[in-house]
Each structure stands twice: as structure tokens, then as C-alpha cells.
């Protein structure tokens, strides 16, 4: 399967979101790896680009971790081509990256509202309904792995909430 974005071109905005990611990933102790310039950048892309783009994509997921602050080590893979597993103490294996059963979504009844297999027109329709959603996070680095997040939607500020 192809890249969604040329990894060879650096005037790429996705690329050049991905770089700077993964070189501010390796910094000890750095607390704000994104200025609010790069991400105010990254949203105004993404909102000018198509909802299925990698510009999009983008964008969502700069919002996310503005909210989370995900280090990669606790939400990625190593490498594009070979699943990356955690092994907890016990010996069970567990893929550590996010995967959609990690990210579940629910109206103001907390009622489950299932996005598994839908088009993005459809999720982006059911976007009224939704409450909040709960992020699974499987490894973290303060071993609080499987902990469930919960983040109330934002109505009123569509261009942070994801």
C-alpha cells in the first residue's frame, strides 16, 4: 500500500509535520515539541484539505495530542511494515500501537455509538450525536497501561476537537 504523502519531498506539509514529530521525539524532557505556530499551521492546512486527506489526518491528530500529549513510544509503531509488540511482565503480548477498538465514542446517554467500518461522510454526520469519547491507552510510560481516557466533545471549538 502506498504512502499517503511523499516522504521524499520536504515541502510536504505532512512530512514536515512527521519530521519534526519524530525529532522532537528523541529530545529528553520536552514538554511542548509542537509550538502553537507549527499547529495552528497544521490546522489551517487540514481544515483547507479534503476530510479523507493525510493533510486532514494531520491535523486531527495535532489536535489530539494538544489534548493527550501522546510520546510515540506509547501509541506507535517502530516501523511502517512490521507490527511493534509490548511485552508486560507477565509475558502476554499486546500490538503496542493505537488501533480503532482503542478509540470508542458515545452520546449524552453513554450509549456506544459504533464507527468501526463506516465512510467518513457517515462519521462526520453522526458528529452531532456524539458526547465524548474514550481513548484505551495500551502502554504508557508511567505503566498505567490499559488505562481509559475520556475527552467530552467540544462544539463550540470544531477546529480543536477532533
Avoid at 529530545?27 to 476530510?51: D, W
Avoid at 493525510?54 to 493527550?68: D, H, K, P, Q
Avoid at 510515540?72 to 511485552?87: F, G, P, V
Avoid at 464507527?115 to 461522510?121: F, I, T
Wanted: with cysteine.
Amino acid at each position: 500500500m502506498p504512502l499517503p504523502y511523499d516522504p521524499d519531498n520536504k515541502c510536504n506539509d505532512s512530512t514536515a509535520a512527521i519530521s519534526n514529530l519524530a525529532d522532537e521525539e528523541t529530545i529528553a524532557l520536552q514538554r511542548e515539541p509542537l509550538t502553537e505556530e507549527m499547529a495552528a499551521e497544521c490546522i489551517r492546512s487540514g481544515k483547507q484539505a479534503h476530510q479523507d486527506s493525510a493533510e486532514s489526518l494531520t491535523a486531527n491528530i495535532v489536535c489530539l495530542a494538544r489534548y493527550i500529549g501522546p510520546r510515540l513510544s506509547e501509541y506507535a509503531q517502530a516501523q511502517q511494515k512490521k507490527i511493534t509488540y509490548h511485552t508486560w511482565g507477565s509475558g502476554t503480548k499486546i500490538v503496542r500501537s493505537w488501533i480503532p477498538q482503542d478509540f470508542k465514542f458515545y452520546d449524552k446517554n453513554g450509549d456506544d455509538i459504533h464507527l468501526h467500518r463506516r465512510s467518513s461522510d457517515e462519521i462526520f454526520n453522526l458528529y452531532q450525536t456524539m458526547h465524548y469519547m474514550k481513548i484505551i491507552w495500551r502502554i504508557q510510560k508511567n505503566r498505567k497501561n490499559g488505562q481509559s481516557i475520556k475527552l467530552p466533545v467540544d462544539k463550540n471549538h470544531t477546529d480543536l476537537c477532533p
